[in-house]
């Protein structure tokens, strides 16, 4: 299993890294969020060509990015690693926010190497099962997001989207049909960070549809009014 320890104390990433690397497993470290980010994004890559497993055990107190940045923008860019943090922030709240920014699991320090090993297992197995499942193509109509590449078309052309734009477009394909309100869509893309009154999302939807149903395309964006936006195409009811 490949892991990556985003960590800026170097005798709890000393640690981590001797005791894991001695079950096996290989082990980067990185030691401030700026850095952290970046072997994520490129572990992600790399397992996603070669289909292997990895983990991100990730601090949440790091010089540059905090942890629950770096949380939040692997999965505003789609990164489905499996990530666990591991911090010194144990109380209720700090917990609940890790998790509804997209971490898998939380264990707070001090901890206990067995029961960590144990969580990281887990997680492999959970995230080997996430791949298997999760296909790296979706379509609606003829509009295309290749989860590997990060990139959308329609019609045989290439969308330039940004990462928060080409998050809500992965998170409405993946469920064609499915009504999404505005709060799912802040937790999901924003993370609940972001006031549920403030009105980014209609901002954004209307770039995305600005992009996606222009010229002849049939409009796939549709909106409900009072409770949300749904993508499906019409035409093939």
Known sequence: M???????????????????????HRVETAGDGISGLSSARRLARECATERQSAVIVLDLM?????????????????????????????AVEDRVAGLRLGADDYLPKPFDFEELLARLESLARRGRDVQRTT??????????????????????????????????????????????????????VWGVSEDPLTNVVDVYIRRLRAKIDHASHDP???T??????????????
């Not at 505003?76 to 499996?82: K, T």
């Not at 509009?143 to 990060?150: G, I, K, T, Y």
């Not at 409900?224 to 009811?237: F, K, M, Q, T």
Request: glycine share 10%; proline share 4%.
């Open 224 to 237: 409900v009014r009072g409770l949300g936006y749904r993508l499906e195409s019409i035409a093939n009811r």
């Open 62 to 90: 790091l010089p540059g990015t905090s942890g629950l940045e770096i949380c939040q923008t692997l999965r505003a860019e789609g990164v489905a690693l499996p990530i666990l943090i591991l911090s010194a922030l144990g």
């Open 135 to 188: 296909p790296n193509r979706l379509q609606v109509a003829d509009l295309v997001f290749d989860r590997e590449r990060m990139q959308a078309t329609r019609g045989g052309s290439i969308l330039q989207l940004t990462a928060k734009e080409l998050a809500l477009l992965e998170l409405m394909m993946s469920a064609p049909g499915r009504l999404f309100s505005r709060e799912r869509i802040l937790a999901n």
């Open 220 to 222: 796939l964006i549709h």
């Open 2 to 24: 490949n892991i990556l320890v985003i960590e800026d104390d170097p005798r709890i990433a000393d640690f981590l890294g001797r005791g894991l690397r001695a079950e096996g």
